[in-house]
């Protein structure tokens, strides 16, 4: 794919802000569609297992061909990468709503299509990641993270309330047809942008040569620097627990509520990332990016213990709430790091290894997860069962208990991990230790920045 000239087009910040709002679109509509997957085939099968294999298919697709995606975005126009990648997971959503709309979709459909969707993800990341540091000033690149997370948690605060209220009236198949306009949204928005091809550098001459060993030059350029290093082997510790909790947070709360009421606390969820994401792209983080890692991530251990106790939606709500308002911090001020220090015509390559590093133990996790509850946990607190005398006492017993005492184990195994990172010297000075990999354009506006934000924020 070569980068081609084409008139009338949008440059700069304000690309960023028109990808970014078509990108905010296609997260509402695939935000409906995992909404009304996920109840559909939780009541259908009434199995945490079946529920997790989704996840896991959706997820681990785009880890193995993230590195090797990462390679040929740094080759390829970034643009172009990311209309085929939508075009092709639009497709996968037509399929799923033409089979609903046929009474032919079946589990096993719904894991086929989601893995051509997670490997078309995987290109649309790497591109969208490494589009963002050629478009958006060095000073603006905390704001900018934080806008992205806006985005995603509109996925959480607006999706699940418009599911459940769509889905009562024109159907599963209709809220998933929404779906399929959104992605074409998203692909206009890229077709009136463009995103410029970025200079050689060092580490780009250094590591041009096959595929093959453009791919593994990503793992090269992070092995090489400890303090990237640190910080990736971290975040894949840390998404171990991480990936239990996507997996298991909408069993959790249909064992004891309705979908509305699991719509309902999703959206506290999401006004919690909507919130952080504000704030970050108001804020742009702290001034030392690597606090607004560890902090978050030593909360988020006891919001763990606390969202295990009861089943009590009010309280797992308030939880859902601080938990991704954390959530939205750490990603923001993970992604800023990340854009400053990696080279720019590298970052496909490089965010490539890094998504499929850190993300690595989730896979694990969702394959864990079904098995762990249905055959350890929930026995040891169903009624009469071997904990049902004691921890039973405290956060009760029955359906969705055994969940419940598995997040308040996490919790308390996420504490040593945190600490134990913060220790690492390399991980907490990475900041200081690496040099910045851009630099601060010379003659773009701070204050044209912000408008510019405010208006895709609007």
């Known amino acids: 794919m070569n980068q081609t000239a084409h008139s009338a087009t949008i440059r700069g910040p304000r690309a960023f802000g028109a990808i970014w709002f078509g990108q905010l679109t296609s997260l509402f509509g695939s935000g409906l569609t995992s909404f009304g997957l996920g109840v559909w085939v939780y009541q259908l099968t009434g199995s945490a297992t079946q529920y997790a294999l989704i996840t896991f298919f959706t997820i681990m697709p785009s880890l193995v061909i993230s590195p090797l995606a990462g390679a040929l975005v740094d080759r390829w126009d970034r643009r172009w990468a990311m209309i085929i990648s939508d075009l092709g997971a639009g497709l996968c959503t037509l399929i799923i709503a033409l089979l609903l709309m046929a009474n032919r979709l079946e ?19 790497s591109a969208y990641s490494a589009s963002t540091v050629l478009l958006v000033p060095k000073a603006q690149m905390g704001r900018a993270s934080g806008m992205v997370q806006l985005g995603e948690s509109v996925q959480l605060v607006v999706s699940p309330i418009a599911a459940g209220m769509l889905i ?46 453009e791919t593994a030059y990503g793992w090269t350029y992070i092995r090489t620097r400890p303090g990237l290093l640190g910080l990736l082997l971290f975040l894949a510790a840390t998404n171990f627990a991480v990936g239990f909790a996507q997996v298991l947070f909408t069993p959790l709360i249909l064992s004891f509520a309705s979908p509305e009421v699991l719509g309902t606390v999703m959206s506290f969820g999401g006004v919690g990332m909507l919130l952080g994401g504000l704030i970050m792209s108001a804020w742009g983080g702290p001034r030392r990016r690597i606090y607004g890692v560890l902090v978050p991530f030593l909360l988020l251990s ?35 790091i990340w854009q400053i220090k990696v080279a720019p015509d590298v970052q496909g390559r490089v965010f490539g290894v890094r998504r499929a590093v850190a993300l690595s133990m989730r896979p694990l996790s969702f394959i864990l997860a079904g098995p762990l509850i249905d055959q350890v946990f929930d026995p040891l607190l169903a009624k009469g069962g071997p904990l049902a005398d004691s921890v039973g006492r405290l956060i009760g017993v029955g359906p969705g208990r055994g969940i419940g005492l598995f997040f308040m184990v996490l919790g308390v195994a996420l504490i040593p991990l945190v600490i134990s990172g913060w220790l690492n010297a390399r991980l ?15 003659g773009t506006a701070v204050s044209e920045v912000e408008t510019v934000a405010s208006e895709a924020i609007v």
């Open 168 to 213: 009562s009236t024109i159907k599963i198949e209709g809220v998933i047809l929404i779906d399929f306009v959104t992605f074409l949204f998203a692909v206009v928005s890229l077709l009136l942008v463009q995103i410029p091809k970025p200079e050689m550098t060092t580490a780009g001459q250094t590591s041009k040569g096959s595929l093959r060993q």
């Open 428 to 442: 907490r000075l990475v900041e200081d230790e690496l040099p910045d990999a851009i630099v601060a354009e010379a």
């Open 302 to 336: 006891l919001l763990f213990i606390l969202g295990g106790l009861q089943p009590n939606a009010v309280l797992i709500a308030i939880v859902a709430f601080c938990f991704f308002f954390c959530f939205s911090v750490i990603v923001s001020s993970v992604q800023a």
């Open 107 to 125: 589990v096993w459909h719904i894991y086929l299509t989601m893995t051509a969707s997670s490997i078309f993800s995987a290109f649309r990341w």
